[in-house]
C-alpha cells in the first residue's frame, strides 16, 4: 500500500453525513470482526483469526467505510470523529470461478479478485451505503494511486482483471445495482443456505465504460421538453484521460456526436481533499461540468445543467435534497430542489445575460439580406436583417439585439406564428444562435406547440442555432438568461415570469429576475428516459 492515506468520499447513499472509503487500518480491524459476527449467522462469520489473516495478507484490498461528522477536510479529522461503519474486504486468485479452495487463499499474483464480506452496521443499511461502497471499491483498487508498484507482500502490483462474489438470493439486487453480472449457482457450500456467483468485469477492462442517462429537461413527462444525454466521468477514467482528468476533448465531442443530441453533458465529481470547489462554501455536493452540441464545447447551457442536476440526483450520487454547485466555464453554477414548484422541480442560479440592442447595421447582419447592393445592405437597419432571416416584413421586427452569445429579435405577437426560418442566412450571423421572443399571440394557431390549458405565460420564444450544429432547439435555458431581464424590464421590473419555448416538442421555464445580483434563476422539471453504459 501507498505510504499514504488515500480515502475516496462515498457519492450516492442516503445516509446523512459524509462516508469515506478507505483502507483499514491494523488497530480497525477486532472493530471490523465485531461487524462481521453481528451481521452474519455464526456458520457464515468470518472469525477475527480470518479477518486478521486477511488483513496481514491482503491488506490492499481490506477496505473500511467511515462516517466522518466533520466539516473540515477529512484527512485532518482525529480519528475520534471517526466511526468504522462498514467494511469490504477481498484476496486473489488465479481461478476463474470460486471454490472453497480458491476462497481459502490469497495469491499475490492472482488477476481475480474474490470479495468474503460486504458488511454495513445495522444504522447505515438500506441507505444505499453498501452499493456505494462496492462501485467505489472496485474502481479504486486498479487506480495507480492504490497500486504499489512491484507489489508488495500479498499487495500485487498488476490490476485486477474481474471480481467475483457469492451471495444469497435475497441480495442479488444489490449486487446487479453495483455492476455485477448473476453467473449461477455456486460450488461452494458456506452454511445451510444456496449461494448465487456474481462477477463484474473490472476497471482493466472496464475502464471504457461510461454510465449514462438521457433526460428530459424542462418537462414533467418523457417525450417533451429537451432531451439531453449526462455522462458521468468517473474515478476509473483519469487514468486514460488528460492531465485535467477529463478524457481527450476530441473524444468528448465525439460521444457528443454520437448522441446527437443537441447537448450533452459530462459530470464528475469534485473528490479533491483541498483546493477549489472540493468543500463548496455552501455545503452543496460539487461538481464539475462541461456541455457540448454534436459540432463545439459551450459556455453556457441551461437544459443540459437541469438534466446534469436531475441526472446525479436521480441515481443517487447526491442526497435527493441536497443543493449542487457545478463548477462550469460560466462560473459556479448551483442548482436546488425546489419541490415547492411541483415533483421533481430543480432551480438553477445562473448569470444575467441581458441583451442591448444593435441600433446601428453590423456587417454580420447585412450578410443575411437578400440584396446584391453592398452599399444597400450597409445602410440596412439590423431588423431588415433579422426580417430576412425569418421571412417577415421588417414593420413585423420590433427590437433587434444580442448579448454575449446570442442575437435576440422581439417580433410582433401576431408575426410570431409565421416564422419561417431561413437557417442559411442564420447561420452567418455572428452568434451561437437566434432567440425569437413575442408577447403571447392572442390566438396559438399556427404555433408548432402551445403552452398547457391554465398556464398563463409573460412571452414566447424559439431558438435557432445552426452555428452550433442546433437548427431548433427545443427548450434552452440559457436563452432565458437573456429572456428574463429583458421581459422583466418591457413588464415594468416584475421580478417573477413564465415562458414558453414554442418548439414542436415545447416547454414552460420559470425565471426569478435577480436584477441588483445580475442573477436569474431558472426553474423546471426534469425527467428520465434512458439509462445505460456507454462503451467508447
Not at 12 to 34: F, N, T, W, Y
Not at 432 to 444: C, E, N
Request: with cysteine.
Amino acid at each position: 500500500m501507498a505510504s499514504a492515506s488515500p480515502y475516496i468520499e462515498l457519492a450516492g447513499h442516503r445516509a446523512s453525513g459524509k462516508l469515506l472509503l478507505k483502507p483499514i487500518a491494523e488497530a480497525d480491524v477486532p472493530l471490523a470482526a465485531a461487524l462481521e459476527t453481528a451481521s452474519y449467522p455464526k456458520d457464515e462469520a468470518a472469525s477475527p483469526e480470518r479477518l486478521a489473516w486477511r488483513h496481514a495478507n491482503a491488506g490492499r484490498f481490506f477496505w473500511g467505510v467511515y462516517a466522518d461528522d466533520t466539516t473540515k477536510s477529512p484527512q485532518l479529522a482525529p480519528p475520534s470523529q471517526k466511526t468504522l461503519v462498514g467494511f469490504i474486504c477481498g484476496t486473489l486468485t488465479s481461478a476463474s470461478e470460486l471454490t472453497n479452495e480458491s476462497m481459502a487463499l490469497h495469491e499475490p499474483g492472482g488477476a481475480t479478485l474474490c470479495i468474503h464480506s460486504v458488511v454495513t452496521a445495522p444504522g447505515h443499511r438500506r441507505k444505499g451505503v453498501a452499493k456505494a461502497a462496492l462501485q467505489a471499491y472496485a474502481d479504486a483498487i486498479n487506480s495507480p494511486a492504490f497500486i504499489t508498484p512491484g507489489g508488495g507482500k500479498g499487495e500485487g502490483g498488476q490490476p485486477v482483471a474481474q471480481i467475483l462474489l457469492i451471495a444469497k438470493a435475497g441480495l442479488l439486487r444489490l449486487y446487479v445495482a453495483a455492476g455485477f453480472q448473476l453467473v449461477g449457482l455456486s460450488p461452494v457450500v458456506h452454511g445451510a443456505d444456496p449461494w448465487f456467483e456474481l462477477r463484474r468485469q473490472n476497471c482493466v477492462l472496464d475502464q471504457r465504460s461510461f454510465e449514462f442517462v438521457q433526460v428530459d429537461a424542462f418537462a414533467a413527462e418523457a417525450l417533451g421538453g429537451n432531451p439531453a444525454a449526462v455522462v458521468f466521468v468517473e474515478e476509473r477514467h483519469r487514468k486514460a484521460g488528460s492531465a485535467s482528468g477529463w478524457p481527450a476533448d476530441e473524444w468528448l465531442q465525439g460521444v457528443a456526436d454520437e448522441f446527437h443530441l443537441s447537448e450533452t453533458a459530462f459530470v464528475r465529481k469534485r473528490s479533491e481533499p483541498s483546493g477549489e470547489g472540493a468543500a463548496d462554501p455552501s455545503g452543496a455536493s460539487a461538481w464539475d461540468l462541461r456541455w457540448f452540441t454534436p459540432s463545439s464545447e459551450v459556455d453556457l447551457c441551461g437544459h443540459g445543467t437541469l438534466a446534469a442536476a436531475h441526472a446525479v440526483l436521480s441515481t443517487h450520487r447526491a442526497p435527493e435534497k441536497q443543493a449542487l454547485a457545478f463548477y462550469t466555464r460560466s462560473g459556479v453554477l448551483m442548482v436546488r430542489p425546489e419541490e415547492a414548484a411541483g415533483p421533481g422541480w430543480l432551480a438553477m442560479d445562473f448569470p444575467a445575460e441581458p441583451p442591448t440592442e444593435v441600433a446601428e447595421p453590423r456587417a454580420s447582419l447585412t450578410t443575411s439580406l437578400p440584396t446584391s447592393d453592398e452599399k444597400s445592405a450597409q445602410k440596412a437597419s439590423p431588423a431588415a436583417a433579422a426580417a430576412a432571416a425569418l421571412a417577415l416584413t421588417e414593420a413585423e421586427v420590433l427590437w433587434v439585439g444580442r448579448n454575449r452569445m446570442d442575437l435576440l429579435v422581439e417580433v410582433a405577437p401576431e408575426a410570431f406564428a409565421k416564422i419561417t426560418p431561413d437557417l442559411a442566412r442564420i447561420k452567418q450571423l455572428d452568434s451561437r444562435g437566434l432567440i425569437v421572443t413575442a408577447a403571447p399571440p392572442r390566438s396559438p394557431a399556427g404555433l408548432p406547440s402551445c403552452p398547457p390549458e391554465g398556464l398563463a405565460v409573460d412571452f414566447v420564444s424559439r431558438f435557432f442555432g445552426p452555428n452550433i450544429a442546433i437548427d431548433e432547439d427545443p427548450v434552452t435555458g440559457s436563452a432565458h438568461c437573456a429572456l428574463g431581464p429583458y421581459w422583466a424590464a418591457k413588464k415594468g421590473g416584475a421580478s417573477v415570469l413564465i415562458g414558453w419555448q414554442a418548439s414542436k416538442r415545447g416547454g414552460a421555464v420559470r425565471v426569478e429576475v435577480k436584477s441588483g445580483a445580475g442573477r436569474v434563476v431558472l426553474s423546471g422539471p426534469a425527467t428520465t428516459t434512458m439509462e445505460g453504459t456507454l462503451k467508447a
